[in-house]
């Protein structure tokens, strides 16, 4: 509802806010699964992004062939996606499960394999949408260490519950309820302004 966001490239920027309050569809909006109803949004760069579990990967497929199917829609050759297959299964690290059918996932072994396969696909903006979420600690831990080193001049925006994620890894945190922009700005007077 009349947001307005602008977001320089290699920003790392928080999205927070109550269930409901819009987060999830803002970031749909941004990755073209959603069409706004007014105003428009401009992106420079090509976009990866991880919102639901499940989107874009075939589930009768298993993990080395929807890292291929990835690889096919975002415009890499057989040998460029070959080039990262190996980055992509090590850093998913699910074993022999990545020949397996992704309907056999676990929700961990699926964000595992989703974020590797995004994450090296190189985007110049990587969205995630609470999906890190489903994956242990340590996980997690590999996930943002990789944000910080492979995304370090590129955009992120985060969508989280995690304030703590927040904390560590954004600069800056926008404060969205009932699809509004309640706060803007520097991340420890975001989080205090939401969690009062």
């Known amino acids: 509802d009349d947001i307005s966001i602008q977001v ?3 920003e790392k920027i928080g999205i927070i806010g109550a269930n409901g309050a819009g987060k999830s569809t803002l970031l749909k909006i941004i990755t073209g699964v959603l069409n706004p109803t007014s105003g428009e949004i401009i992106i420079k760069g090509k976009v ?3 919102l ?5 990967f075939n589930m009768d497929y298993t993990g080395i062939e929807n890292i291929r199917l990835n690889g096919t829609l975002m415009g890499y050759s057989d040998v460029e996606m070959e080039e990262r297959m190996k980055q992509i299964v090590e850093f998913a690290d699910i074993g ?4 397996q059918p992704v309907k056999s996932y676990s929700s961990g072994m699926f964000v595992r394999l989703a974020f590797a396969t995004q ?5 110049d903006i990587l969205i995630v949408d609470e999906a890190l979420s489903v994956g242990d600690i340590r996980f997690q831990q590999k996930c943002f260490r990789a944000m910080e080193s492979i995304m370090k001049d590129k955009t992120v925006v985060l969508v989280t519950h995690d304030t703590a994620a927040v904390t560590r890894f954004c600069r800056r945190v926008v404060w969205i309820n009932k ?3 309640m706060y803007d ?3 420890a007077e ?3 302004r939401y969690q009062e």
Do not use: N
């Open 119 to 123: 994450i090296f696909s190189e985007p």
């Open 48 to 50: 990866a992004a991880l």
């Open 8 to 10: 320089p490239i290699g």
């Open 185 to 187: 700005g520097e991340v």
């Open 190 to 192: 975001g989080l205090k």
């Open 96 to 99: 022999d499960f990545i020949y």
């Open 52 to 56: 639901e579990l499940g989107a874009g």
């Open 179 to 181: 699809g509004k922009v």
